[in-house]
């Protein structure tokens, strides 16, 4: 069954830590990994796309690993800012070829800063 | 400014009164779809259109129906809700599948639905 996993389910972190959050996924076949950003209300907003040969890649504070192997990723907040705070959706794409492709989403990691 | 419009941002209504929820984008993007997100769950998808009049289910279509008559504009339309519909609901768009080619999805705001 294609599932994406992540841990932990919420953490809180004080202003100026970093933190690292975890996504397992089980989708076959890969085709590229998403994080997303989602502020309390608002709609999740694109920080990084992986595909298949690229192991890191970053965006600011924002730093995402890649394991195609082990089929994990990371996404790393250095220096985090109370804006941080918010939920982080990993997203894996299933790749039907061509263009299209099936999303499949993890439930989220709640990231909370406190000052 | 680049963006996915959904309207209203909040909504309540009350069991089998028929309603739409709007969703426009100015980016051009061939892909748009729908997802509810409902607490403990995440975000699943309930339609998604490929392109004009093209139109297909995704996991959870159950209770609603779409329309793709123009490229900007993909319409939620609940004809008779029921309580269970009651959720935050977004509305994206993307460049090719969504999925394919790493084109990232755009997101609208939201539409918060309460269905008494």
């Known amino acids: 069954k294609n599932q994406v996993e992540q841990s932990p389910q919420s953490l809180i972190i004080l202003e100026g830590k970093n933190c690292t959050l975890q996504c397992n996924y089980t989708v076959s076949p890969f085709s590229n990994l998403r994080w997303y950003k989602q502020d309390t209300g608002r709609g999740p907003v694109s920080l990084t796309i992986?595909?298949?040969?690229?192991n890191t890649k970053s965006n600011g504070r924002y730093t995402a690993t890649l394991d195609a192997d082990t089929k994990q990723s990371s996404l790393h907040i250095t220096a985090s800012q109370l804006s941080d705070s918010a939920s982080y959706i990993c997203v894996v794409s299933q790749n039907y070829g061509g263009s299209q492709g099936n999303l499949i989403f993890g439930k989220g990691t709640k990231l909370s800063v406190k000052p | 400014e680049a963006q996915v419009t959904q309207n209203p941002r909040y909504l309540i209504t009350v069991t089998g009164k028929k309603l739409t929820v709007t969703c426009s984008q100015n980016m051009n993007h061939e892909y748009m779809s729908w997802y509810r997100q409902d607490p403990g769950l995440g975000l699943r998808q309930i339609y998604y259109s490929m392109n004009v009049e093209v139109t297909d289910k995704g996991d959870v279509p159950e209770g609603y129906k779409v329309s793709r008559k123009e490229k900007r504009n993909f319409p939620l339309i609940l004809e008779s809700p029921s309580p269970n519909q009651t959720s935050l609901y977004f509305c994206a768009s993307s460049f090719a599948g969504g999925g394919g080619r790493g084109s990232p999805l755009h997101f609208g705001n939201g539409t918060r639905l309460t269905v008494t």
């Open positions: 992986m595909t298949f040969s690229e």
